[in-house]
């Protein structure tokens, strides 16, 4: 019942919205969705796990043996908070962009959220497959049409390579379906294909996923497209495709990857981190410092981030795990939080060149604290929400049994938390304070509606910062059975 | 048999019709008649009403795969001339609208034959019965030089290859042990085979591969598809197609099942060669006409991965994939031939003065690139399934995968062109019923991406509980 009308309600939204040919009326209209489907979320969140409530599921393709099953279980919930949270802060966080045929903009944009979370609810992989398409179809059309002036090219690149990850785990996703006991797609069959595939099959059907969701994450070298995409796209898209999108990574390693194909997850841990994941989240860092629009800043410090998270993945231990699922939610609202500012800052100045600005804390001292907030979180200062996860990830690693390498691990991709104090605080140091010039003498301070996103923001990243208990709890469940399913040895 | 005998007469008829009024619209009208009324005799004929008690003599076998094959081709083809049907009478001065429709109709009665046959002689006149009309139709636009050179290309090119069928199938037949042109009697099946069959199968499988355009032998292709009026190139290349792809299937599924591990390689490496030629060289077209000729070829490549299967799910697919693909592509064949520029920047800013043209446009594009939620998706699905299910030539299905990723490049161009890039886009005559109906098409394709159950279930259910 509430997964259906966690889906149903953005999607029906999103196809009426095409025909409110008005462009306040469709604004309100969008908000007014992605509210009511926030509402949904906080209710399913208010029922027991076991409540009847939380699980759909339907007949669809009988004959292929898929069926329209989808659920929400601890990760589903987080993922899909994050996701209805996130919705209406762009909303309002954006309200004063001006867009051409705003009403297909918002549309879209509530299409993408069906497709979003349809990809967190499904429970049967032919519906993920549709769903995890389905996401990138409005996102495309979002950013080829509404972003900047390079804009077809970048979005084109993404979604070729997007595409091409698809394709690879559809194979994927036929090849195990053929090797399920009952021919079926549901995610109880591909859990149980663990007795039924070999180590051999597992290690070359690896890289059929991995390679999909490495894409979306994204890891280097499978990254070139972010930068570029992040930079072009419009601000309220870019931040569904950072806050949320690249989650679907993550969520698809999780929930499809590491239960499903145990041996070969494992078998390609260590060279995956040692020659994926760590080096590039080193040079993500390394190339964020050396940044000067902001936009792309954010960007290469989003690498970075994912990075360590999907490294906690491979280290397959309970508090790793823990991190990841506390850690999709943090990163999703820090980087919002950091996309508003940056939003707000180019609108007014009509620049995001980190050395074109400067002083701005003196014209707008509100929006310089709610940043410092947004950044330290960013750093994963203690008292922030990004600490704890970023804690639980690092000593997941750190007592990983599934590799032998579980040191130097930790310490290499300790390093990038260095480095992400160096370009962080030094971009807080060099927009924010300094004396100012001819633009940003000019600078306001931030309005009502901006105040309030903004507040919400640092109010999560304090209230997990210091209590994440409720969280940990949420998806306590979740990450037990993930661990069971992925520390299984034939 | 109703629909062979249907087809025929109402040729005839339509041969005839011209004599009697030359009104555009009338002609047009008895031609959806005759359209509809093959619908419902080839209905007939799958729940078991033979209107027309005739003894083929095992010729022909009228089995549910062939008659839903037929549904199919017939369906289209009423679409086809909804749609399009207008735009041959702008041909008219040079080439009577009547004698177009009757050779349309001597071209469906060609692939009743071809999805029936059950001697390699009546493959051999279904192919000839089809391929005659088409040379005329190729070269309809007679004062314009390239669509004679088309025309003349073609035929050269179709003899060639009908030449090659013949000799195949003598070869076939000397090597028969009873001497006989009946597949159920060719005695094919034994695992050891003589010379004298595989050079007979060979040769088939080279001719077939001519006829539905698979690489080696696609080069009459662009040329032909690009000479011929537009109206006529959608009609080849979608029903024509389809229909000849399913007496390919039937072919080689029924006479030569049980061989089927000594030319599977043979299909696998033309398969591979026509997704390979078809999808890079349709990367580099200017014009949209030719890059669909390009992408028909790309779409026989992954058609060709049924051929290689041959299985359950390769029959099911081929007949979802015959109907997504020819839906797909008369959709964008109709939208094209009302654009004044058939180049990809004659599309720029589309979306902007026809909505709803762009619209149905892209979601036939999106089906055709086989993005989920069109039926694009699950034709191309059946087809990797069907070879995933064999067990071999995973290979081929990696291949097939990324070229299918290549396709997206040279039609994301169009919507790109459509949606993103300003210009003013000419569009020639819109009548609100060719929106309408394009929309309904548009929506078709949606619903079997969502339930392609509807189109596989219901026609065999209708089949099976009368």
């Known amino acids: ?490 | 048999m109703n629909a062979i005998i249907i087809s025929a007469v109402w040729g005839i008829i339509m041969m005839f019709s011209g004599i009697v009024t030359a009104k555009g619209a009338a002609i047009r009208n008895t031609a959806v008649a005759g359209l509809v009324l093959l619908l419902v005799g080839n209905y007939l004929d799958l729940i078991g009403y033979h209107l027309f008690p005739v003894d083929a003599h095992k010729m022909l076998f009228f089995d549910t795969f062939g008659l839903l094959a037929n549904s199919i081709v017939f369906a289209s083809t009423l679409i086809y001339v909804l749609l399009s049907g207008r735009e041959i009478e702008k041909i008219a001065p040079r080439m009577p609208v009547a004698e177009c429709f009757a050779l349309i109709f001597f071209v469906l009665c060609g692939i009743s034959l071809v999805t029936t046959f059950n001697t390699l002689l009546m493959l051999f006149l279904g192919i000839e019965i089809i391929s005659i009309p088409l040379y005329i139709l190729t070269g309809s636009d007679k004062r314009n030089l390239k669509s004679n050179e088309a025309s003349l290309k073609y035929f050269l090119m179709g003899c060639f290859s009908t030449g090659l069928m013949l000799l195949g199938i003598a070869l076939l037949y000397g090597a028969s042990p009873t001497g006989s042109f009946s597949i159920d009697e060719l005695g094919i099946g034994s695992e050891k085979l003589s010379a004298l069959y595989m050079a007979g199968l060979l040769l088939l499988l080279v001719s077939m591969g001519f006829k539905v355009s698979a690489a080696p032998f696609h080069f009459w292709t662009p040329d032909v598809y690009d000479g011929a009026p537009t109206v006529f190139t959608s009609f080849m290349a979608t029903i024509v197609k389809a229909g000849i792809f399913i007496g390919f299937i039937r072919l080689f599924d029924e006479t030569f099942g049980n061989s089927q591990p000594r030319w599977q390689l043979f299909v696998a490496i033309i398969t591979a060669v026509t997704l390979f030629i078809g999808n890079i060289t349709a990367v580099f077209q200017q014009s949209v006409k030719r890059m669909l000729a390009y992408s028909s070829i790309a779409q026989a490549g992954f058609m060709l991965l049924a051929l290689l299967s041959i299985n359950g799910l390769a029959k099911e697919g081929i007949i979802l994939y015959a109907a997504a693909y020819s839906l797909a592509t008369i959709g964008i064949f109709a939208i094209l031939i009302k654009m004044k520029d058939y180049t990809f920047e004659g599309f720029n800013g589309l979306a902007k003065h026809h909505p709803v043209l762009a619209a149905t446009c892209t979601i036939f594009l999106l089906s055709l690139a086989g993005i989920p939620l069109t039926a694009g998706f699950f034709a191309k699905y059946y087809m990797l399934a069907s070879v995933i299910e064999t067990g071999h030539f995973f290979w081929l299905v990696i291949f097939a995968v990324l070229c299918a990723a290549v396709s997206v490049y040279y039609y994301f161009r169009v919507i790109q062109a459509m949606y993103f890039k300003d210009g003013d886009a000419q569009v020639l005559d819109l009548r609100p019923g060719f929106k309408g109906l394009l929309v309904v098409v548009a929506a078709l394709i949606v619903l079997l991406g969502v339930f392609p159950q509807v189109l596989l279930d219901k026609l065999y259910t209708l089949v099976y509980t009368w």
């Not at chain 1, 992605?34 to 209710?43: C, K, R, T």
């Not at chain 1, 499809?256 to 070969?264: N, Y």
């Not at chain 1, 979180?377 to 049994?401: Q, R």
């Not at chain 1, 001819?438 to 309005?447: G, S, V, W």
């Open chain 1, 1 to 490: 019942m509430i997964p259906v009308l966690l889906i149903a309600i953005p999607l029906a939204g999103g196809l009426a919205g095409f025909f409110i040919k008005n462009e306040k009326s469709a604004r309100g209209w969008s908000l007014l969705v992605s509210l009511a489907a926030l509402v949904v979320s906080l209710w399913g969140l208010s029922l027991p796990a076991n409540s009847p409530l939380l699980n759909a599921d339907a007949a669809w393709l009988p004959a292929l043996g898929s069926r329209f099953t989808v659920g929400l279980d601890g990760m589903s919930q987080i993922l899909c908070l994050l996701t209805a949270i996130a919705f209406p802060v762009i909303f309002i966080a954006t309200w004063r962009d001006e867009y051409r045929k705003a009403w297909n903009f918002y549309a879209l944009m509530l299409l993408s959220q069906a497709g979003l979370m349809g990809v967190f609810l499904a429970m049967d992989a032919l519906l993920f497959y549709f769903f995890w398409e389905l996401a990138l179809i409005p996102v495309y059309f979002l950013c080829s049409q509404w972003g900047g002036e390079k804009r077809i090219q970048a979005t084109f690149k993404f979604f070729i390579y997007t595409f091409v990850g698809s394709l690879l785990m559809l194979i994927g996703i036929i090849w195990l379906y053929s090797h399920t006991a009952d021919h079926s797609f549901s995610m109880k069959s591909f859990y149980d294909l663990r007795n039924r595939v070999g180590g051999r099959e597992q290690l070359w059907l690896f890289w059929l996923f991995f390679i999909a969701f490495a894409i979306k994450m994204p890891i280097w070298p499978f990254h070139t497209w972010q930068p570029d995409t992040y930079e072009q796209s419009p601000t309220a898209t870019t931040m569904v495709l950072s806050g949320i999108m690249v989650k679907m990574g993550l969520f698809g390693v999780i929930r499809w990857l590491a239960p499903v194909l145990p041996v070969g997850f494992w078998a390609w841990g260590d060279t995956a981190s040692a020659f994926f994941i760590i080096p590039g989240m080193i040079y993500a860092s390394l190339v964020a410092i050396r940044q000067d629009d902001l936009k792309r800043l954010v960007a290469y410090s989003s690498i970075a981030h994912v990075g360590l998270m999907c490294l906690a993945i491979f280290a397959t231990t309970t508090s790793g795990m823990q991190g990841v699922m506390i850690q999709m939610f943090n990163h999703g609202i820090n980087i919002i939080g950091l996309w508003i500012v940056i939003d707000l800052i180019e609108r007014q100045l009509g620049t995001r060149k980190i050395s074109e600005l400067g002083g701005l804390a003196q014209k707008a001292p509100a929006l310089a604290i709610l940043l410092v907030i947004v950044a330290l979180a960013n750093v994963a200062l203690p008292l922030t929400n990004a600490f704890i996860g970023e804690f639980l990830l690092f000593s997941g690693v750190y007592v990983s049994k599934a590799t032998q390498y579980n040191v130097v691990f930790t310490v290499v991709a300790a390093i990038t938390i260095i480095l992400s104090a160096v370009y962080t605080l030094n971009m807080i140091q060099r927009v924010f304070f300094g004396n100012t010039n001819a633009l940003t003498e000019k600078a306001k301070d931030i309005r009502l509606n901006e105040k309030v996103v903004l507040a919400v923001i640092v109010v999560l990243i304090v209230v997990i910062g210091v209590y994440p208990k409720p969280m940990l709890n949420l998806t306590k469940e979740t990450v037990d059975l993930i661990i069971t399913k992925m520390t299984y040895k034939p």
